[in-house]
């Protein structure tokens, strides 16, 4: 048996398999080449674990331009994935901590088909727009603005004489606010309120507390409506502010990381040194089929790196292989144990 | 919500319990076979009858089931093919005993994963490098990594059939640079280089 021609075909297989010019009948044909032999099968399986895995090579190359590979050895002042005991997670990084749950990412497979977006014909309380688990989608508004909806999402929109105004009900959502100085654009969230001009920024919901990231130009938000105590803060470009209650705890950044900070708009998530507990609710926010951490001392696991966030099935791999973690798949949700 | 092609228990089975042992695997074909230019082969036919034989019935310890059956291989073609003395022969009883000694857990960490990977990308053309960036990475699709570098789609697609099988070897710890450590590792157990111990 020679088991080089079969690799080469494999690989052919592999390479057209994961391409937007895959077609129901291609998959026939695969299917019947894998039944042919075990050959086949056991060169195909190994190749597409390679395709899964190099996935990795993304973590590798964070913070390279897009386009192109990065040099050469760029990989060794990389620090991608780091193990820390549970007990070690700090307070100190506060301002780190946002990441993860800040640049959420969409989109999952078995979503996209069903990433419908609805409008409601209820023109009196506004035009509604929702995406369900796993959704993105950017709807243009009447004044020229733009949003971003995130998985899970819902948002109410009306464009008033005095104001154009936004219902963050639940999720998160992201804005290009077209000038307009005579119309403030305002985001609900609960009794809070985000108030722009014209702007970028995302806005994110949890209950009622509220998470801001101004990517250009400035937004003012408004913690506490009613409460002359809390006069509005001012958040510039690259700010990040997330509110507890009526608090408002704002970190600095520069413009171009508070960008990074939203990946979630391209279909990533982003995790820098992230606890597992958090990459998973993260990866949750964007699936049905629930991630479960099954035992606590696995939960402080340090992750980072970039995952497309249609790939659970890779993080979990990856999780599998790098960590001393198990994972088994259950029909409604998946386990992740200590090895 | 499964983005691989893989259907079925078995060929995950058959990715998690199996192939995760190909560094270990490929060491022990190394070490006992004579012909270096035929491991491969032996890898590949151990796989068809563990692959076979789990369909039938799943083997409890997945790794000894690998070992064993790679074993019995190498005693058929050595018996089939006359290629050994009678000494080696009697020697062939002493595979038995190495499956433990032989592939102690020597997981690597994740660290240690990813600078494998990240050195096999490093060792590839400068293309190939590209199109597997791009492709793998950057989620182009073979006509717009193609028409981003300018060259054919079947070229574009032979240069990632490469770059995926030389990836494929150091994701599962297969690389020339981990079998040399390997090598000298276990190079005071009495036999070297695929040739019987005296």
Known sequence: MDSQPIEEIAARWVARRYDDAWTDADQVRLEEWLQAATAHRISYIRLETAWSEAARL???????????????????????????????????????????????????????????????????????????????ETVSLGDGSQVTLNTDTRIRVSLRESERHVDLERGEAFFIVAKDRSRPFVVKVGNKSVIAVGTQFSVRRQS????????????????????????????????????????????????????????WRSGFVSFHDTPLAEAVAEFNRYNIHKIVIADASIAGVRIGGNFRSNNADAFLWLLQRGFPIAVEREKERTLLKRR | MVTLAMNGSLDHWFATEILVHEAALMRYLRRVWPNAADVSELRQEAYVRVYEGAAKSRPGSPKSFLFTTARNLMVDRMRRERIVSIDYTQDVDSLNVLVDEISPEQRLSARQELRCLGEAFDQLSDVVREVIWLRRVEGLSQREA?????????????????????????????????????????????????????
């Open chain 1, 58 to 136: 993304q973590a590798l190359g964070a913070g390279v331009p897009a386009g192109v590979a990065p040099p050469r050895r760029s990989w060794s002042t990389t620090h991608a994935m780091q193990e820390v005991s549970a007990g070690e997670q700090d307070d100190t990084a506060v301002r780190r901590r946002f990441g993860p749950w800040l640049s959420a990412a969409a989109v999952l497979v078995m979503a996209v088909a069903g990433s419908v977006l609805f409008l409601a014909v209820d023109r009196s309380r506004g035009d509604r727009y929702s995406t369900p688990v796993g959704g993105l």
């Open chain 1, 208 to 263: 009622n507390d509220v998470q801001v990231v101004v990517t250009e130009g400035r937004v003012n938000l408004a913690p506490s409506e009613g409460d002359a105590s809390h006069v509005p803060t001012s958040l510039d470009a690259g700010a990040i502010a997330r509110t507890l209650n009526a608090e408002v705890l704002v970190s600095e950044h520069s413009a171009s990381e508070a960008v990074q900070l939203l990946t």
């Open chain 2, 146 to 198: 193609a028409q981003r570098l300018g060259i054919p789609e079947g070229t574009l697609e032979s240069h990632l059939c490469r770059g995926l099988r030389s990836l494929a070897n150091a994701v599962f710890g297969n690389s020339p640079e981990q079998v040399a450590r390997g090598g000298a590792r276990e190079s005071d157990k009495g036999t070297e280089h695929g040739q019987p111990a005296d």
